[in-house]
């Protein structure tokens, strides 16, 4: 039986991979709900017998066309986003990776509207989300990403 995205009965496990080449993060531009249209890391939902890190390696494939290997697990956060009456409209917990670029040319894939390699100091240039943008260069300065 599968949980519904939209207000699901209980949280849903997610993954994300922050990849960098040559002082630029690959991103992908959302293609469905919730924050359809602003950009990201890619990533997605863990499915049913899978580890997370086979999770982050298939999605960021199929999301972004790259090959990628998880090195490192950042952190593990709520994404929690409730409707105008209170109630959970969407709920993942999301476990954040930190992947080496091992191969593909990025091509938009699966439910990703666009991907593309962003200079890390040229985030301002897409629509991310706030905390999109701190996280990932919060991360470029621990991990000193370059």
Not at 13 to 25: E, L, Q, R
Not at 43 to 62: P, S
Request: with cysteine.
């Amino acid at each position: 039986m599968r949980t519904s995205r939209e207000y699901p009965s209980h949280p849903i496990p997610g993954v994300a991979a922050i990849i960098v080449k040559d002082g630029k993060i690959l991103l992908t531009m959302r293609g469905n709900e919730p924050s359809k249209g602003k950009w990201g890391i890619p990533g997605g939902v863990v499915e049913l017998g899978e580890t997370i890190e086979d999770a982050v390696v298939r999605e960021v494939r199929e999301e972004a066309g790259v090959e990628c290997k998880p090195v490192k697990r950042l952190t593990v956060f709520d994404s929690i986003q409730r409707d105008p009456n209170g109630l959970v409209h969407w709920h993942y917990i999301l476990h954040e990776f930190l992947c080496e670029y091992l191969d593909g040319e990025p091509r938009a894939g699966d439910d990703a509207g666009d991907v593309r390699w962003v200079a890390l100091d040229d985030l301002g240039s897409v629509d991310i989300m706030e905390s999109t943008r701190r996280f990932i260069e919060k991360v470029a300065a621990e991990e000193h990403l370059k």
